[in-house]
């Protein structure tokens, strides 16, 4: 078995393990899903070391840790994994908010069994969706993050966690369904028939036109959904406020990323003259995610929502930068995709933080906080200056990249765009100034500062955004061959806007 | 006399039980409907087996069959109502209201 | 096959039919289903049939009829004679079997001056070489068919405690 | 002795220290650490001292840039490296040395706070941004620097967060220059892509080559939003709104960020882009004319105020309107000498300032006066500084002042006219203040009676402030030395341009220093505020207007309130209408499953029923019959299918 | 008489049934007092053994046809009657377990009716004469009616038990009806002569062809012949909802796909786009009204008429692949609605069915809550599991054909499922338990549990093995006239 598979399959047999620990020992569980995640993180930096992320002279996309195996093979369906520069930064990813968040949600004490049984079944899923080549695989894993999510919003979750999971599930399916017919119409459409992605991606010559903008759309569905693009954003921030922190964490930190790789990885790559076709629309829908994303957030009271909203804004960032179509473009869309990750996973495990004390996420409700809770202020401000596009730190290479790369094509829009970054920073630091600054509130004097499994779990991501946005180096030397490859592809389409 | 005229009047049997087996209050009028409904088929089969092939006996058999298998229904159906109607004091269809939805 | 034979038997039929729909009576609907299945027996008859008639007459008109007529007269209630019977549907019904006949009609229209050319003959010897021949698995399994009928009767008909119900 | 290599390491001493004085040791008022701070300024000085020296004396090789790959991105190489000329050197001086002596004046005036080591942690940080923004080779660095220098005077203006004033203030300050960021930013993407590069020896390369590698239009476009991001930086009209507010931080740090370095960031940007801004004519007209309004504004607005920070921050505006109006004027010499001589008169009357407030613990001017006799290191060097700003005669102001006002003649004469009243302005409102302070007698006798010299740590930089207040002008004008180390050829023009003026310009400048100062003595003599209140009482409108600061902030809000009204209209929207219509197309289709199901009820089954005229006697049935389980509806429905198939038979 | 030999399993099994019916007798009930335990183990041995007969008769390699070409035994009949007996086992094992507030006490009579009711269907599934059809057919209705009613004491039993009735009588007429027209077109009721009738006298064979969709779309619960379904499964004892459920649906399926999939192919008659609209019709009308149920059997009662619906998307397409997909569809169908109606016995056995009982479930029983969640997202076809990839197969094929308006209604509807099926989940996972003791479950419960969520998650992760077995049983005899 490969590194890859390793990786992926390393939560599942954690999860199986968990589910044959008795109820009544939760410590043995906990204890057990966070060497799991610890494992599944070492395992994925020791892939680092040894990751190709190729040259940059390369004509077709290359590989890593490719594992292909016949599955299915009376439907050409293949277990067929491998990591490439848009895919294994995001495993990268996946692998450390899954641990961070694990161990931040170490704080749950009902149902600790169930809860960690979905957990890795989750990461396994997130991983999987990254990792595989096979469309077959790739629906499947799609599909197995849903389940998990379902039960984590709803079990764990706050007040309106019923409504809120059956609604992801259900915005999700929706998308993701018309994405499997899309899947299909692919396989029927290549010559010969096949499901492998890479096969794919080389066959878009022999698609018509009308053919490819049809899929496109169908695939759009189930990715829009997901990243997620207005009009379908409706189901985030219900289920971002209602599901419990460590679960807040990936569904912002990886989930959304889901729809952003499928955009990259399959829309763009397997059907470009439907994504030309729809290039305009995209951008379109980008500057109102920007905008309207960061609008929604300013009018929200509660942080979590204004988090949730942030997400929006920031997913608008990254699409933006797809639209560019162009390498510049393309490096800050998939660094945007992890520095949101970072960023904005810091943010909800930050906000989990507060509410874990003072139950309410009202940020009418605070005042002054700055004093009592030093470091806690320190690094919730650090993280919100982050989020809201501070040079030096991490946030601030993406999506001065996504700008940068879309400028040249999308010169209006694109300054329209960049007002986004000043609502965003209105947002955040009203919020600072009302939770943080100003008179101390006196019911809030006892307030505990962070403890050690708190910083655990945040500090990692704080020192990675700083350390990104410090030296971009160490996350764009992974993905820049990639990445620029697929920049340059299709020149007699997408020609005229670099 | 053509076939119409036989095909006639077993469409007329058939509509005219179909009308007893929709209408009837009572189970056991829908029952008779629904017997009226196998006469027709009965009747076609035999005048089929007249008119259009009558090197066979097919399609007597097959109405042979199709009377011995409405006298299965009906004795399980007759069975169904007795005991229904012994616990339940009734045979009017629309009195059959525990389940729905 | 003369029509003074084919019409009074259609008559008959049909009309009784049409009775046994829409009587208030539920006895009396029972007794005209018996006239009815007669009147198709004596189609059966107009039509060469003798073995088909003889089976109607014994199966339906003598066993079908008189079961329903017993089980009318076990399940009546005096006071419900006079009920009304039908179902207050019965408009909708009637436009549906219209609808229904309007289709049959195709098929009828098709028939129209279709005669027979052969002459009618005995039919029991064949019937039978057929049954018991070409058709012995049909026939095999109409005993089946009949003895989970009867299971169902007994299983039915039988009171919870396992014994005969005294009613 | 080569320092120039040297240079890379400037900004990291400063950000070492700072993130060590953060990290360790114990919070509190008697930490040490915070001298980790002042040694790596120390030695940041020591540097640049030197290369300023060297630089005067045409010593140094400039420019000077390297640089190593920072990251990539598609085919891009970002460098990360230092470029150092003429504006550099003399900026680098300013930056590590009045940010030295905050440093060191701080220790005096931060005594006793709790977070005592915090403030200097943040004071160090700023320290590393603005070094790092002066030796930056490339423009997008140089963004990096100018947001870190941004967010440092956010923490700084925020740092007695406690009170409201301050918590909001630094807000103010962030979003508002923000916003000129915004500017900044979209000229950042119009350059790369006009260019292709964001390295400034590259981008002057390229600019040199001509209209056909760089069209003047972008030229235009750039420097424009260049502009709006200095004019947020440096407090330019309309976004010089933050800089009074942000005079709630503690006064050290509005000497430091908010009068000698931070604000003449954005004056350092134009000087930097210089090159660009000469190739676009109508950039140039633009800096000179909202620099001129600045100035203006800014020194009407310093008319009115009793809070004598606001006094200074309103100067500090008009100044900072002096620098810019030369820039645009095409002096890029005199207005890097104004920013240079600014800084040290502008530092030391703020910690000068600063050390009244910590006397008299007021701010207000209303409660002080006489308090010469009570702080005579204070009012001495203040009144050295004073006339520094108003331009007495061989005091460093002079030197700048005059070199602005030749270098404006040259271009317009109503620009001059406006400038030389400016500066009538300035002189009364720097005499108002000093007047008002130090002079007369004491209004409030209690707090003169307790105010106190402030000990040597503050005193000492004031003291060493003056002095350069005082000379510089006379060393760096000598024979020309800081002209030749800061120029820009224009094209047409040139570093003597200024000399083509008429003689009466001096003599007119003087002239209304004289009248305008013994106006300000004259009018605020005696120990009450009587002319003053006179005054204010026969020009009411125009005082309102100057308090409100010409609604300047109130435009700002009101457009605040719009964009909050915009979010809350988005809000609702995303609620009632975006989500409504997947949630309530949910509910819709239920509701259209149950309305199909109720209209073959009523429509099909009841309509029969109604039509027989037999519904009454039907009544109880009917009722019953909704609540059954319906077996012959079932068949109806069956029938119905039988005979769409029979009608689907007709069609064949 | 030739291939008689052919229907030695169904002998075989009408057989037992006929000898396990003496068990319940009065005569011999007493010296018997002891067998009377041992009866439903006989039964599922007789089943087994029938099981294994067919297998036997799959290896019988080239002519495959029975007496006169009244059935055939060609891969698929043998694929469904494999099915079949499955169902049949599953079911008279989860009788075992199964506890009734009305309990019957006629064992013997209850596994002869579930045999004799296997007889009917698997010589459904082979048949290619209408008459041995309608005969067998008419042998599956009247057991299953009797079987629904077979608590007769419990009114919900009795109602549930003559609505179906009635309906089966009903559609038993009209298909009769149909058949007698068919015999007019053809002079015989064997199939092999469809196609040539269809050409020659279309309205006839059309009129035939649709009267009998209507008695088969009643059996395999097609909307609108699909109104007894609720009814029929609510009143019925649950595991006779479980039988009821799967296998006479997919006995008709099977004869569906053998007429006209294979007999009357779209081409003759061209139906296809029919069958398209029932299948959107089926799976729409019970994925919808699904939604409003309370009680789980009714619940499982729509979904496993959705489930119909998209089972006929591999009879609408009429291509292999369909067909294809049918079969693994079947097969996965079967192993997911057993393991819920499973689960629904467990907890059905002490808290009742109505969606309340379920409150908690996950607490009271982690391991039943999540097979009941692995069940139900098989059945929404949730990945990796083997509703799934029964979907994927039969989406594919409609992708294939081209039927994009069917391909996209049903993905459609399985978004719509997920919400009743999460309705459950809801209750299991979500809510307070009522009270703390875990459903009892006996071994027999205990082990088709695990067989059905074993075939589940195999089917769903490894789905290989049963895809060639598919390929290979979606053959079908073409039978000369």
Redesign the interface.
């Given at each position: 078995m490969g590194i890859l598979s390793a990786i992926i399959l390393l939560p599942l047999l954690g999860a199986a393990i968990i589910l044959c620990v008795p109820k009544d020992k939760p410590r043995v569980v906990q204890g057990i899903a966070v060497a799991a995640l610890v494992l599944d993180l070492l395992l994925a930096l020791w892939a680092l070391a040894s990751f190709d992320p190729g040259t940059l002279q390369m004509d077709a996309l290359s590989f890593s840790f490719v594992e292909k195996l016949p599955w299915i093979p009376s439907l050409d369906i293949h277990y067929h994994v491998g990591a490439d520069g848009l895919s294994f930064p995001l495993i990268l990813l996946t692998a450390l908010l899954s641990l961070v968040a694990g161990v931040y949600s170490l704080n749950i004490t009902v149902r600790v069994k169930e809860f960690f049984f979905w957990y890795l079944l989750l990461e396994t899923g997130l991983l999987g969706v990254f990792a595989a080549l096979d469309f077959f695989l790739f629906y499947l894993f799609w599909e197995l993050t849903l389940v998990p999510m379902y039960f984590l919003i709803g079990v764990w979750g706050g007040p309106k966690k019923e409504f809120a999971a059956i609604k992801f599930f259900l915005f999700t399916l929706f998308g993701s369904v018309f994405m499997l017919l899309g899947i299909l119409a692919l396989y029927f459409n290549s010559t010969p028939h096949t499901f492998d992605m890479v096969q794919l991606m080389a066959a878009h010559a022999g698609f018509s036109r009308e053919f490819q903008i049809l899929v496109f759309l169908a695939f759009y569905l189930g990715l829009a959904v997901k990243v997620p693009a207005f009009p379908f954003h409706t189901w985030l921030p219900l289920a971002h406020v209602e599901a419990p922190t460590g679960v807040s964490v990936l569904l912002a930190g990886v989930l959304l990323k889901m729809g952003a790789y499928g955009l990259l990885r399959i829309s763009y790559s397997m059907l470009p003259a439907g994504f030309q076709w729809f290039l305009p629309v995209l951008v379109i829908i980008a500057f109102i995610n920007i905008l309207y994303g960061a609008l929604c957030a300013m009018d929200q009271t509660d942080m979590k929502k204004m988090v949730a909203y942030s997400s929006i804004n920031h997913m608008g960032y990254c699409m933006l930068g797809m639209a560019a179509v162009s390498s510049i473009g393309f490096s800050g869309a998939v660094l945007q995709m992890i520095t949101h990750g970072l960023i904005t996973g810091a943010l909800f495990l930050l906000v989990g933080v507060v509410y874990d004390r003072a139950h309410t996420r009202e940020i009418g409700a605070f005042g002054g906080l700055g004093s009592v809770v030093p470091v806690y202020a320190g690094i919730m401000s650090l993280t919100c200056f982050a989020s809201l596009g501070l040079p030096g730190l991490a946030g601030f290479v993406s999506e001065f990249l996504c700008f940068l790369g879309a400028f040249p094509a999308w010169k209006w829009v694109t300054i329209l765009s960049v007002s986004g970054i000043l609502v965003t920073a209105a947002f955040f630091l009203r919020m600072i100034e009302k939770v943080f600054l100003g008179p101390l509130d006196s019911k809030w004097e006892g307030l505990p500062d962070m403890n050690a499994r708190e910083l655990l779990a945040v500090l990692p991501l704080t020192a990675l955004t700083v350390a990104i946005g410090v030296w971009p180096r160490l996350a764009l030397d992974l993905m820049n061959p990639t990445v620029t490859y697929l920049g340059r592809l299709f020149p007699d389409l997408f020609g005229a806007l670099r | 006399m053509s076939l119409a005229y036989y095909l006639l009047v077993s469409a007329l049997l058939f509509v005219i039980g179909l009308f007893g087996a929709l209408t009837r209050r009572n189970i056991i009028g829908v029952l008779m409907g629904i017997e009226l409904m196998f006469n027709a088929a009965n009747l076609n089969l035999a005048a089929f087996n007249r008119f259009l092939h009558p090197q066979g006996v097919a399609g007597q058999a097959v109405a042979l069959f199709s009377i011995a298998v409405a006298a299965a229904e009906i004795v399980v159906g007759l069975a169904l109502v007795l005991a229904i109607y012994r616990s339940r004091d009734t045979v009017y269809v629309e009195e059959f209201d525990l389940l729905k939805g | 096959m003369s029509p003074y034979l084919f019409w009074p038997l259609a008559g008959v039929t049909l009309l009784s039919a049409l009775g046994v729909v829409t009587l208030r009576n539920t006895m009396h609907s029972a007794l005209l289903l018996g006239l009815s299945l007669a009147g198709v027996a004596g189609l059966y008859l107009s039509l060469g049939a003798d073995f088909l008639f003889a089976a109607q007459l014994l199966v339906y008109v003598g066993g079908i009829a008189l079961l329903i007529l017993f089980v009318v007269m076990l399940s009546g209630r005096a006071d419900e004679m006079r009920l009304r019977q039908t179902h207050s549907t019965w408009l909708a019904a009637v436009m549906v079997c219209g609808v229904v006949f309007f289709g049959l009609w195709r098929i009828v229209a098709l028939a129209r001056g279709v005669l027979a050319e052969t002459r009618t003959a005995p039919t029991t010897a064949p019937l039978g070489v057929w049954l018991l021949g070409e058709m012995a698995v049909p026939f095999e399994l109409i005993t089946l068919v009949l003895v989970a009928a009867l299971v169902g009767a007994v299983v039915f008909g039988l009171s919870p405690n396992g014994s005969v119900p005294e009613k | 002795m080569d320092l120039l290599p040297v240079v890379h390491y400037l900004p990291f001493l400063p950000l070492a220290a700072a993130v060590t004085v953060l990290l360790l040791g114990r919070e509190g008022p008697e930490s040490k650490l915070p001298l980790l701070g002042v040694t790596a300024m120390a030695a940041c000085l020591v540097c640049s001292c030197v290369l300023f020296y060297q630089g005067l004396t045409g010593q140094l090789d400039l420019p000077y840039g390297a640089s190593v790959s920072w990251f990539s991105f598609g085919d891009y190489e970002m460098p990360l490296g230092v470029l150092i000329d003429g504006p550099a050197v003399a900026m680098l001086f300013v930056v590590s040395l009045v940010s030295l002596l905050v440093h060191v004046y701080s220790f005096g005036y931060m005594r006793g706070d709790p977070r005592f080591k915090r403030y200097f942690a943040y004071l160090s940080f700023f320290s590393a941004a603005m070094l790092g923004l002066v030796v930056v080779s490339n423009l997008m660095l140089f963004f990096l620097c100018w947001e870190l220098v941004g967010v440092s005077s956010y923490l700084l203006i925020g740092f007695w967060f406690e009170k409201p004033g301050p918590a909001y203030a630094c807000k103010k300050a962030f979003l508002t220059t923000k916003l000129g960021d915004l500017g900044f930013f979209v000229g950042l993407l119009v350059l790369f892509a006009g260019s292709g590069t964001f390295d400034l020896q590259m981008l002057a390369e390229r600019v040199a080559m001509g209209p056909r590698y760089f069209p003047p239009e972008t030229a235009a476009l750039v420097a424009i939003l260049f502009f709006a991001g200095a004019a947020g930086k440096s407090a330019q009209v309309p976004l010089f709104i933050w800089l009074p507010d942000a005079m709630e931080g503690p006064t050290p740090v509005s000497a430091l960020i908010h009068a000698a370095t931070m604000v003449a960031a954005g004056v350092y940007l134009v000087a930097r882009t210089y090159f660009i801004f000469a190739a676009a004519p109508l950039a140039m007209d633009l800096v000179a004319w909202a620099g001129v309004l600045t100035a203006l504004l800014g020194a009407a607005m310093a008319l009115v105020p009793y809070d004598i920070k606001r006094v200074l921050a309103f100067s500090t505006i008009s100044q900072l309107g002096f620098m810019m109006l030369a820039l645009g004027a095409g002096s890029l010499y005199a207005g890097m000498f104004h920013l240079t001589t600014h800084a040290f008169f502008k530092a030391l009357l703020f910690l000068g300032a600063g050390c009244v407030i910590h006397g008299v613990h007021s701010n207000d001017m209303r409660v002080m006066g006489g308090l010469s006799k009570r702080m005579p290191s204070t009012f001495l060097t203040m009144a050295v500084a004073t006339l520094a700003i108003t331009g007495f005669p061989f005091l460093s102001g002079w030197f700048s002042k005059e070199a602005v006002l030749h270098a404006v003649y040259a271009r317009s004469p109503w620009l001059w006219g406006t400038a030389w009243f400016t500066a009538g302005l300035t002189t009364f409102y720097m005499f108002r203040m000093l007047q008002l302070t130090f002079l007369g007698a004491s209004r409030d006798h209690h707090r003169w009676e307790h105010a106190e010299e402030a000990p040597p740590v503050m005193t000492v930089p004031l003291w060493i402030l003056a002095l350069l207040a005082a000379g510089s002008g006379l060393v760096l004008d000598y024979n020309g030395l800081f002209e030749r180390l800061v120029h820009f050829d224009l094209e047409g023009g040139g570093p003597l341009a200024a000399a083509a003026a008429p003689a009466w310009l001096g003599p007119a400048a003087l002239g209304l220093f004289v009248a305008a100062a013994y106006a300000a003595l004259w009018l605020y003599r005696g120990d009450e505020l009587g002319a003053d209140t006179a005054l204010r009482g026969r020009l009411p409108g125009l005082v309102r207007v100057l308090e409100r600061r010409c609604y300047f902030d109130d435009f700002f809000l009101a457009c605040v309130a719009c964009s909050d009204r915009l979010a809350r209209l988005c809000a609702r929207f995303d609620d009632e209408v975006v989500d409504a219509v997947f949630v309530d197309s949910w509910g819709g289709l239920t509701r259209a499953l149950a309305a199909s199901q109720r209209f073959f009820d009523d429509f099909f089954v009841d309509g029969a029923v109604d039509g027989t005229g037999e519904a009454v006697r039907d009544l109880g049935a009917r009722l019953r019959r909704v609540m059954t389980g319906r077996v012959q509806e079932y068949m109806l429905y069956m029938a119905l299918a039988v005979a769409l198939f029979a009608i689907f038979l007709q069609t064949r | 008489?030739r291939g008689?030999g052919l229907?030695s399993p169904e002998i075989f099994l009408?057989a037992c049934a006929?000898g396990l019916?003496l068990g319940d007798t009065r005569a011999l009930r007493r010296p018997l007092r002891r067998l009377a335990g041992v009866l439903p183990h006989l039964a599922v041995l007789a089943c087994a053994g029938a099981m294994g007969l067919v297998c036997l008769s799959a290896s019988v390699p080239e002519e495959l046809r029975?007496?006169?070409g009244?059935?055939a035994v060609d891969p698929m009949a043998v694929f469904f009657k494999i099915l079949v007996l499955g169902a049949c086992i599953l079911v008279l094992w989860l009788s075992l377990d199964y506890r009734s507030k009305?309990p019957?006490?006629?064992p013997g009579?209850y596994g002869?009716?579930v045999m004799?009711c296997a007889?009917?269907m698997m010589?459904l599934v082979g048949a290619t004469?209408l008459?041995?059809a309608?005969?067998?057919f008419?042998?599956v209705?009247?057991?299953s009616?009797?079987l629904a009613?077979?608590e007769?004491?419990d009114?919900?039993s009795?109602?549930?038990?003559?609505?179906y009735?009635?309906?089966g009588?009903?559609?038993?007429?009209?298909m009769?009806?149909g058949?007698?027209?068919y015999?007019?077109a053809t002079?015989?009721?064997s199939l092999a002569a469809a196609q040539a009738a269809a050409r020659t006298h279309?309205?006839?064979v059309?009129?035939a062809a649709?009267?009998w969709?209507?008695g088969l779309g009643?059996k395999a619960s097609l909307v609108?012949?699909h109104?007894?379904v609720?009814?029929a499964y609510?009143?019925a004892p649950t595991p006779i909802t479980t039988f009821l459920s799967i296998a006479p649906k997919l006995a008709a399926l099977a004869f569906l796909v053998r007429v006209f999939g294979h007999m009357l192919p779209h081409g003759v008659l061209g139906l296809g786009g029919?069958f398209a609209l029932l299948a959107m019709l089926t799976m729409t009308f019970g994925n919808?009204?699904a939604?409003?149920?309370d009680?789980v059997k009714?619940l499982l009662a729509y979904s496993s008429i959705a489930q119909a619906g998209y089972i006929l998307i591999g009879l609408a397409t009429g291509d292999a692949l369909g067909r294809e997909g049918l079969l693994l569809y079947c097969l996965a169908y079967l192993l997911m609605n057993a393991g819920a109606f499973a689960v629904a016995i467990a907890v059905g056995n002490e808290d009742g069915y109505e969606l309340s009982a379920y409150d908690g479930l996950?607490?009271r029983s982690?391991g039943l809550a999540?097979l009941m969640?692995l069940f139900l997202?098989s059945l929404a076809g949730?990945?990796?599991l083997a509703g799934?990839v029964g979907k994927?197969y039969l989406?594919?094929a409609a992708?294939?054909g081209g039927f994009w308006l069917l391909?996209?209604v049903a993905?459609?509807n399985?978004?719509?499922s997920?919400?009743y099926y999460?309705r459950i989940?809801?209750h299991m996972?979500?809510k307070e338990p009522v009270r703390p003791q875990a459903p009892a479950l006996g071994l027999y419960l205990c082990s088709s549990l695990a067989l059905a969520a074993a075939g589940v998650l195999l089917l769903g992760i490894?789905?290989?093995p049963f895809?060639?077995a598919v390929?290979s049983s979606a053959v079908l005899l073409t039978i000369a006239p």
């Open positions: - | - | - | - | 008489m008689l229907l009408s006929l019916l029975g007496a006169g009244l059935w009305t019957h006490g006629h009579s002869a009716l004799l007889v009917g010589l004469d008459l041995l309608l005969l067998a008419e042998l209705s009247v057991s009616f009797i009613g077979f007769s004491r009114p919900k009795s109602e549930g038990a003559i609505k009735f009635l309906i009588a009903f559609s038993t007429g009209v009769l009806y058949i007698s027209f015999y007019g002079g015989t009721t279309a309205p006839l059309l009129l649709l009267f969709i209507v009643f609108p012949f109104f007894w609720p009814d609510e009143g029919l919808l009204v939604m409003f149920q009680n009714r996950a607490c982690l999540l969640t997202l949730i990945p990796p799934f994927f989406f594919a992708v294939g391909a996209v993905v459609l399985s978004v719509v997920v919400y999460m989940v809801v996972f979500f490894y789905p290989e895809v060639a390929k």
